[in-house]
Structures are given as structure tokens and as C-alpha cells.
């Protein structure tokens, strides 16, 4: 089974690179309010991609961190014709004044909780992909981005209708010496799909 591993990596990474990185965009305007305290965002976008795909920004987020700063949290929502599956994407800065870590390769920290909405379901299917996990550094000024669920992930999360959703995702990051510590971050975000 050893010999198999190479092969499931790069199934893995060609399945992330095609949910996340192969899809055109074909246009939508942009409206965004950034409130006075780096804490809390609101926006209103939503744009068409062309592998039945479309992304939506929170209307408005929520968090508490002393280190790090969130740039975006959207929500891809892939129409498969039978099913349409959300995949939670946030952009963060790090605003502090050490280098902080992301588990790189595999989405990068960020786990969906929870949501209080029947619109949105959570399902285990099993993980259909393996990747090889690696730290990378995110030194201070620094943006990097993280999104949930993949491949890897175990589970799925199913649209089931229209209408505003709040999610709870975690944003998990390493410090210290030898990335011993963990530092988390709550991010609460409402989409209206």
C-alpha cells in the first residue's frame, strides 16, 4: 500500500487545485464596508464562476484575536446538479509580532463548527483524499488563506436552501517554540444565499 501514497497525494492536490484554483470568473460588482474596529466586517458579493461554482461573501463576520487581522471569509458554493456543497475560504493577516504557523497543504486550520440553520447540513462522508501536512510560517504583515472542508476534511457541508446561514468556523494556527502552543480563532460569519 506503500506505493499508493505518491498517487493519493496528487489526487489529493489536483482535487484541491481544481475546487480552488481552476475555476474563470465572469464578473460581479463588489460592495464592502469595513467597520471602524478590525474586528467586524460587512459586505455584499456574490460572483459566478464557470464549473457550476459561485462565491459569496459574508455579509458580515465577526471575531477576537490579538494576532491576527481577517481580511475575507466567503463561502464557494459548487452546484453538482444533485447537491450543492460550501467550502469556507478565510483570508487573515497576522498582526502580531512572531511568526505564526498554518498546516499548509490541506486547507490550513480552518474547521466549520457549527451553524444554527437548517439550510446548512453537515455530513460525514469519509475522507476521500490524503495529503501530507506541512507548517508554514506566516511572519508578521503577512496575509496567507485557509478554507474548509476538502477532500480531507470527512465530512461535507450541504446548502439546502435559501436564505441567511451564521456558521462558526475555527481558525487554528501554531507558535512558540517548536509550534507547541496553538492559537485559535473563533470567526462567526452570516451568508445570505
Sequence with gaps: ?????????????VLVIAL????????SSRQTTVSTTSTSCTSNMSSTYSNNSTIVEAKS???????????????????TGTEQSLVFKVS????????????????????LVRSNSSLVKIENRGVVCLCATVLVGVKPGE???SVAPGCWSGYVVLLEGHGNVKVTMELKLYAGDNNTSTVTTSIDAIFSF
Excluded at 20 to 27: M, N
Excluded at 61 to 79: D, P, Q, R
Excluded at 95 to 102: D, R, V
Design 92 to 111: 487573515f493577516m497576522n498582526t502580531g509580532n512572531t511568526t505564526l504557523y498554518l498546516p499548509s497543504a490541506c486547507g490550513g486550520g480552518l474547521y
Design 143 to 145: 496575509v496567507q488563506t
Design 61 to 79: 463576520y465577526n471575531y477576537s484575536s490579538s494576532f491576527l487581522s481577517i481580511k475575507s471569509v466567503k463561502a464557494l458554493v459548487y452546484n
Design 20 to 27: 480552488l484554483g481552476s475555476v474563470s470568473y465572469t464578473g
Design 1 to 13: 500500500m506503500t506505493t499508493f501514497k505518491p498517487f493519493l497525494f496528487l489526487i489529493g492536490a
